[in-house]
């Protein structure tokens, strides 16, 4: 339930949504008596309803009263915080780092604001929201029934240092480019899912890495290389795939790489991810240093599409440690009151089996980082080594 202090401006803003469009509707039925269409556009754009660019859309008037709404909400919280921390200084010094922990969580969000457009609030319900053309952040607040899911997804997600290891970007900077451990040069790389969009596998061939690239709604790669190497399929998780599909295990066998073990994988295919790595086996997977993974539909957080989601994320951390965190800023993301989780991801793995890690303390997203669409600022993620503590 939203604090007694907020339910005014909460009142206002539902308020100031069912004026707008009673005016809308009423410029409407006003042009429906005026000839000619350049002045019903010119009625329009009087009254605000013309084309973007010309005139305020109504997403940018709500995402206004919206902002506004969720800074006060969070300035609400920020002292109320502050309160608690004067109270845990009567007792004792050591509760003072937690209650320090618990405003940087709150912290976050303001740099959230300043990179996505808060579309709405929905707190403890069971229903997933639908995020109309414009938007891209959800805010769920209070005890929410999908923090803990959400939670348990970052938990997983969540970047480690990796001993002796160093980052790099591979492929551009923008949509097509990943941060990943420095690959060094030589070896054999595999990249699923291309589109027009082959920056890494480009950059990687520039590294004498030989790579295979499988995409089954292309005809022939946008460009080619002596070390680029095209197949018309798609990858999935099933062996007994069908016509113009093919397992990862299946593909491994045809290139004879059945005993190369430090295979790089680069791998977004658009939410057949899931199936693939859930069908895949162990032993398989084990065969690739690094993997690159593009998640997506992160944020659907209904029980059968979450335990499919946590299923493959448990699976993939029993072999590999996610080593960077990135949020595709052309998805939606999901803000929960201590952090916010993307609904397009993308994550490094690095394989555990001969690696050390230790905690990461940055704040992502790092200098490596682009964002996908370069039009838009890159989302804020923060320091999640101590959000999710």
């Not at 992160?298 to 440690?321: G, I, S």
Request: overall charge neutral; proline content about 5%; some cysteine.
């Amino acid at each position: 339930m939203l604090p007694p202090q907020l339910l005014g401006h909460q009142i206002v803003y539902r308020l100031y949504r069912i004026i707008y469009r009673i005016k809308k509707i009423l410029v409407s039925l006003l042009c429906v008596f005026v000839p000619y269409k350049k002045n019903r556009r010119l009625i329009r754009n009087h009254f605000g309803f013309g084309l973007s660019g010309t005139s305020k859309p109504v997403e940018l008037f709500e995402a206004g009263c919206l902002n506004k709404f969720v800074k006060l909400y969070f300035l609400y919280y920020q002292r109320k915080l502050v309160e608690a921390q004067t109270n845990d200084n009567k007792e004792n010094t050591a509760s003072n780092n937690a209650i320090e922990n618990r405003i940087l969580k709150q912290e976050y969000l303001f740099k959230i604001f300043q990179n996505a457009m808060i579309h709405g609030f929905y707190g403890p319900v069971s229903s997933l929201p639908s995020f109309p053309k414009g938007s891209n952040a959800v805010l769920y607040y209070g005890n929410h029934p999908y923090l803990d899911v959400a939670k348990k997804m970052l938990s997983i997600l969540k970047p480690m240092k990796a001993v002796g290891k160093s980052k790099c970007r591979i492929g551009q900077k923008s949509d097509g480019g990943y941060v990943m451990l420095d690959p060094g040069a030589d070896g054999i790389a595999y990249s699923f899912g291309i589109g027009n969009n082959v920056s890494w596998d480009f950059e990687m061939s520039k590294r004498n890495f030989e790579v295979f690239q499988y995409d089954g709604s292309i005809n022939s790669p946008p460009i080619t290389e002596p070390r680029l190497h095209f197949y018309k399929y798609n990858i999935t998780g099933s062996v007994s795939a069908k016509l113009g599909h093919k397992s990862l295990s299946e593909i491994i066998s045809d290139l004879g790489h059945e005993n190369v073990s430090d295979m790089i994988l680069k791998m977004d295919i658009e939410g057949s991810e899931w199936d693939v790595l859930l069908n895949t086996p162990e032993h398989i997977l084990s065969k690739f240093d690094q993997m690159i993974i593009e998640f997506h539909d992160v944020t659907d957080f209904r029980p059968e599409a979450a335990n499919t989601h946590l299923k493959a994320f448990e699976k993939l951390n029993m072999t590999h440690q996610s080593v960077h965190y990135h949020i595709n800023n052309c998805g939606n993301i999901a803000v929960f009151p201590e952090f916010n989780i993307g609904c397009s991801s993308e994550v490094t793995f690095l394989r555990r089996d001969g690696n050390t890690f230790v905690p990461d303390f940055s704040e992502y997203p790092t200098e490596f980082d682009s964002p996908n669409n370069i039009s838009r600022p890159d989302i804020y993620i923060g320091n999640l080594e101590s959000l999710l503590t």
